[in-house]
Nanobody
Framework: QVQLVESGGGSVQSGGSLRLSCAAFGYTASIYSMAWFRQAPGKDREGVAV???????AYADSVQGRFTISQDNAKMMVYLQMNSLKPEDTAMYYC??????????????????????WGQGTQVTASS
């Protein structure tokens, strides 16, 4: 079992930056992939970024070049640096993790059901 706790959300002006953090607790040694998803009111949950334990990453087209996912395996932390935030980035952001290693990162970013462990979420609001 893995527990995930997100932090770092908040409210910023359009163009601003935030850094989200996700701490993993429990049986973390065999985690293969971690990711950030987001969900705005009335919309489906969408993938933002994925990172595997070998450092491979994948990003949604909408955040490519603005967001960066990174990890600290020693601390079992995953981060999402968000720059040039736009109002359309406003959503609840969720951290996800799983032990499975099949399917590509691009498949997993499009299929939230692939991930078995989820945090409670942290709200990000970017106002114009």
């Amino acid at each position: 079992q893995v527990q995930l706790v997100e932090s770092g959300g908040g409210s910023v002006q359009s163009g601003g930056s935030l850094r989200l953090s996700c701490a993993a607790f429990g049986y973390t040694a065999s985690i293969y992939s971690m990711a950030w998803f987001r969900q705005a009111p009335g919309k489906d949950r969408e993938g933002v970024a994925v990172i595997d334990n070998d450092g491979s990453t994948a990003y949604a087209d909408s955040v490519q070049g603005r967001f960066t996912i990174s990890q600290d395996n020693a601390k079992m932390m995953v981060y999402l640096q968000m720059n040039s935030l736009k109002p359309e980035d406003t959503a609840m952001y969720y951290c996800a993790a799983d032990y499975k290693s099949y399917n590509s990162a691009y498949y997993r970013i499009q299929n939230p059901q692939w991930f078995g462990y989820w945090g409670q979420g942290t709200q990000v609001t970017a106002s114009s």
